[in-house]
């Protein structure tokens, strides 16, 4: 009589580093290179621009998300890409020192960012496989902890303990240096955990290739095009955010300039603890209450309420600008008030782009919107820099506000078509 085989590993075993991994790596992308750059003296108009260019593997991803189906397993794909990004982060480290550092690390962010979109798909659809419906809803909750606390980690601790090591050797790359070491360190022993904690479900295996692959990939994409009311979506999509990827770029550097240039010459760990620690922390409570308020009011009421309070608080940064001010809990105040209401606003965002891949192939699309997603943040963002340096930080900040009008108009564009009962909880 064979022996049975062993039950898989319990979610509360992999979940939590799974999605905690999924985090940092975006964060050392889209967050850790800002600061660095920063503290390295590059010019804002290139950090803007080229930081930018690296949302464009999300923006793309749908394109090659067929084949993390088709070749290997999604475990493969997960295990496999982890230890790309430890040797990654590593080389950042090892290239820091180098005469051409800036034009080096971007080439290996690049990697970064490319190996995390992948993960990404491959880490979603692993938990989809691997995990029974209920135990998928019962999850949810705790994949979104874990990649909050990656973003706590990355934009809090790494960047304080990047300006606590520049602080005590007086080196800024040496300090970079530790962080980024620190970080290929993790994610190479987290490589080697998930290697042996994975579950491996009889239901993760490659997909074989139908015979007509090509003409069914076009046909998704085609489905989704074709989608009632698509190019007011879309531009919700490409608009709702458009102030908020402009600002989103300068924001570290506004907070580390010196005051006679027009920042507000904090410390790189001040700008941990008030950004990327607190401000997080207030993103993530604007995102559960935006979530609650949804369930209660629905999305159609929630729009117009949620479109404001993301563009409101952005004047915060103006009154940052005119006064300078240099109270420490003034500073961290206004932070954290911008990003409550951007985590409040930005709920209606996600909650219209589950609506608008409904149907069939809602994974696919899902997918889809998410690329038009990152290509709503690349495109505003890569001038941003160039702006900023052409108007100064007070200026830049009143056009931020006035950008801000495209949200509305996006907003305008698809209210009338959102159904008023999604997103409202109804008793059963």
């Given at each position: 009589m064979p022996a049975s085989s062993p039950p898989p590993p319990h979610p509360w075993r992999w979940i939590p580093s799974l999605y905690f991994a999924q985090g940092i790596p975006y964060v050392a992308a889209m967050t850790l290179s800002v600061v660095l750059y920063k503290n390295l003296d590059v010019s804002n108009t290139d950090i803007a621009l080229y930081t930018s260019w690296l949302y464009l593997p999300w923006v793309i991803k749908p394109l090659w998300s067929p084949l993390v189906e088709l070749y290997r397993t999604k475990r493969?794909?997960?295990?496999?890409?982890?230890?790309?990004?430890?040797?990654?982060?590593?080389?950042?480290?090892?290239?820091?020192?180098?005469?051409?550092?800036?034009?080096?690390?971007?080439?290996?962010?690049?990697?970064?960012?490319?190996?995390?979109?992948?993960?990404?798909?491959?880490?979603d659809g692993f938990y989809l496989l691997a995990l029974p419906p209920h135990q998928q809803a019962a999850f949810v909750g705790v994949r979104s902890t874990f990649y909050r606390l990656a973003m706590i980690s990355g934009q809090g601790g790494l960047v304080w303990l990047a300006g606590l090591l520049h602080e005590k050797t007086g080196n800024v790359i040496h300090g970079w240096m530790w962080v980024f070491g620190l970080a290929s360190a993790f994610f190479l022993a987290v490589a080697a955990y998930h290697a042996w904690s994975l579950p491996r479900p009889p239901a993760d295996t490659a997909q074989p290739q139908p015979s007509h692959f090509a003409a069914g990939y076009l046909a998704v994409f085609a489905a989704f095009f074709r989608k009632k009311g698509i190019l007011a979506g879309l531009a919700f999509l490409v608009l709702y955010r458009f102030a908020e990827a402009q600002l989103l770029k300068l924001v570290v550097p506004f907070l580390l300039d010196a005051r006679h240039t027009g920042g507000l010459g904090l410390s790189t760990r001040q700008v941990g603890i008030f950004y990327g620690t607190i401000g997080v922390i207030a993103l993530t409570l604007g995102g559960i209450l935006g979530g609650l308020a949804i369930a209660c009011f629905g999305l159609r009421r929630m729009l117009w309420p949620?479109?404001?309070?993301?563009?409101?608080?952005?004047?915060?940064?103006?009154?940052?600008?005119?006064?300078?001010?240099?109270?420490?809990?003034?500073?961290?105040?206004?932070?954290?008030?911008?990003?409550?209401?951007y985590g409040f606003g930005f709920t209606a965002y996600m909650l219209y782009m589950m609506l608008l891949a409904e149907g069939e192939h809602r994974t696919a699309h899902y997918a889809i919107c998410t690329g038009f997603m990152a290509l709503g943040m690349m495109l505003p963002g890569m001038a941003a820099g160039w702006l900023q340096e052409q108007l100064g930080y007070l200026n830049f900040f009143l056009w931020i506000c006035l950008a801000t009008i495209p949200t509305f108009a996006a907003t305008a564009f698809i209210t009338a078509k959102v159904d008023p009962a999604f997103g409202r909880k109804t008793s059963t």
């Open positions: 493969f794909w997960i295990v496999g890409l982890q230890f790309v990004l430890g040797i990654a982060l590593a080389l950042v480290a090892f290239l820091l020192p180098g005469p051409f550092f800036f034009q080096a690390t971007l080439a290996v962010f690049w990697l970064i960012a490319f190996s995390s979109a992948t993960h990404d798909i491959a880490a949620m479109a404001a309070l993301l563009s409101a608080p952005n004047a915060v940064f103006v009154f940052l600008a005119l006064g300078q001010p240099a109270s420490a809990s003034i500073v961290a105040t206004a932070l954290a008030v911008e990003q409550f209401g």
